[in-house]
């Protein structure tokens, strides 16, 4: 982080979803997914955070409530210390919510679905420069979408202007989205699973490109993979951090140097061995996980709900939660193994021989 002054600060963040059952099911309890659960976390100037985790952990949940886009249940967004929400309902608040919302843009999947199959590149590049820049003429707007282009590679930019995103490719749509969101010269980009459907040579250009465009712009990135691979590449690229997320917190954070050479939590090490290309000649064959299937994130386990997975759990995991760890170099695990004296290391194993729960 190249800044002590927060662009986004997030603080004990909750949002949970309730299901009712349905028009069929009208005798049953309402059930609560906890997709984001108290999670803090703070984005800097020129910052790049990368959020790893499984399918279902509340990764894109939390991305789109740290940009606005979805509000929290609980806990507060603060954008450069004007919480979002209040922004939104206040009659005249510090930062408006517009400003706010054209500062947090987002980078999609898909981006074949976020562009409008109807239009040609340079009316859907003209229409947020139009709205929040009414003021700039429309040869100025053009000038800045031709530069933006020929920037990414989409050269010449007065052919690719008239076309229609099925007519370009995939890696060229992305590079689109990818303007479409530094035209507004956004502070924070939400980049959700957005190399995922490139293919492996493509997603390294991409993510070259996006930290080249970022000293350029001067914008953070908020980075979303279930791959560690990707996700190592751009922090150790960028100087970044790394956050782990499962089911709906953080259980370790930091500088990526640290969390992949020194991984503090038993779900890292696993992300870490289903990386074959993480570990080298030296990585232990040994599953580190004892069941495959996350659990159900409206049951979710006592104690640390981790445990019914980790080789390493105690009978103190089983009925405590722990908290978030954090050394001196901001190196973070919510693990009591983080804790040379913890009480955790006096209490009991729950897993036999076989690895079974006891």
Not at 80 to 101: C, H, L, M, T, V
Not at 185 to 214: C, F, G, H, K, T
Not at 314 to 330: A, F, K, M, S
């Amino acid at each position: 982080m190249s800044s002590d002054s927060p662009v986004i600060s997030v603080d004990d963040v909750s949002v949970h979803f309730s299901d009712s059952g349905g028009l069929f099911d009208l005798f049953s309890e309402d059930e609560t997914v906890r997709a984001v659960d108290g999670i803090s976390l703070d984005i800097g100037e020129n910052d790049v955070v990368t959020l790893i985790g499984e399918s279902g952990c509340g990764k894109s949940t939390l991305g789109k409530t740290i940009i606005g886009a979805q509000k929290p249940t609980s806990g507060s967004i603060k954008y450069r210390g004007q919480d979002i929400w209040e922004a939104k309902s206040e009659r005249n608040p510090e930062i408006p919510f517009s400003d706010i919302r054209r500062s947090l843009q987002m980078i999609h999947q898909d981006p074949g679905s976020a562009l409008n199959p109807n239009q040609r590149l340079l009316t859907t590049l003209m229409l947020p420069m139009k709205k929040w820049n009414p003021d700039l003429g429309r040869e100025r707007r053009k000038e800045r979408i031709f530069a933006l282009l020929e920037k990414v590679g989409l050269s010449p930019a007065e052919d690719f202007v008239n076309r229609f995103p099925h007519q370009l490719s995939g890696g060229e749509q992305q590079r689109v989205v990818l303007v479409r969101s530094l035209l507004l010269n956004p502070d924070l980009i939400l980049a959700d699973e957005a190399i995922s459907a490139l293919d492996v040579s493509l997603r390294v250009e991409m993510m070259d490109l996006m930290l080249e465009l970022q000293d350029l712009f001067g914008t953070s990135y908020l980075f979303i993979s279930h791959d560690l691979s990707n996700a190592r590449y751009i922090a150790e690229k960028s100087g970044g951090r790394i956050a782990v997320m499962y089911l709906g917190k953080i259980v370790e954070v930091g500088p990526i140097e640290q969390v992949i050479e020194n991984p503090q939590h038993p779900y890292t090490k696993a992300l870490k061995w289903a990386t074959p290309n993480l570990y080298g000649d030296d990585g232990d064959e040994t599953l580190p996980v004892r069941e495959i299937d996350i659990p159900d994130p409206v049951n979710r386990p006592s104690g640390c709900h981790f445990h019914p997975r980790c080789p390493e759990a105690r009978e103190v995991c089983r009925t405590q939660d722990p908290n978030l760890i954090t050394t001196d170099g901001g190196h973070g695990a919510r693990c009591y193994r983080a804790d040379e004296s913890h009480e955790y290391w006096d209490s009991p194993s729950i897993v036999d021989d076989e690895g079974e729960l006891g």
